[in-house]
Nanobody, 118 residues
């Protein structure tokens, strides 16, 4: 069973930065696609960023130029560096893994709260 554990959320003022981490159990991390989603109160879960097994990345338009997804395979960890945060970035952020290396959603973390104050 693959387990994902997120950390790094918190309260930050608008314009600030946070770095989320997601540690993944298992021996095949380097083969997984990894990503981040978020869900604000009363809204659907939204895709934020993805990194494939080969390191290709893509982002939702609203975070391009502000967020960066990265991975360190030796640590079974994926990161989301979030800069220039805005109040509308407030949400629970979820880490997701995809076993085929490109798509996401086979496994999910429990989520970490990010709150951006104005």
């Amino acid at each position: 069973q693959v387990q994902l554990v997120e950390s790094g959320g918190g309260l930050v003022q608008a314009g600030g930065s946070l770095k989320l981490s997601c540690v993944v159990s298992g021996r095949s991390f380097r083969n997984y696609a990894m990503g981040w989603f978020r869900q604000a109160p009363g809204q659907d879960r939204e895709f934020v960023a993805r990194i494939t097994w080969s390191g290709d990345t893509n982002y939702v338009d609203s975070v391009k130029g502000r967020f960066t997804i990265s991975r360190v395979n030796a640590k079974n960890t994926v990161y989301l560096q979030m800069n220039s945060l805005k109040p509308e970035d407030t949400a629970v952020y979820y880490c997701a893994a995809g076993l085929d290396g490109t798509s996401l959603g086979n496994y999910w973390g429990q989520g970490t709260q990010v709150t951006v104050s104005s």
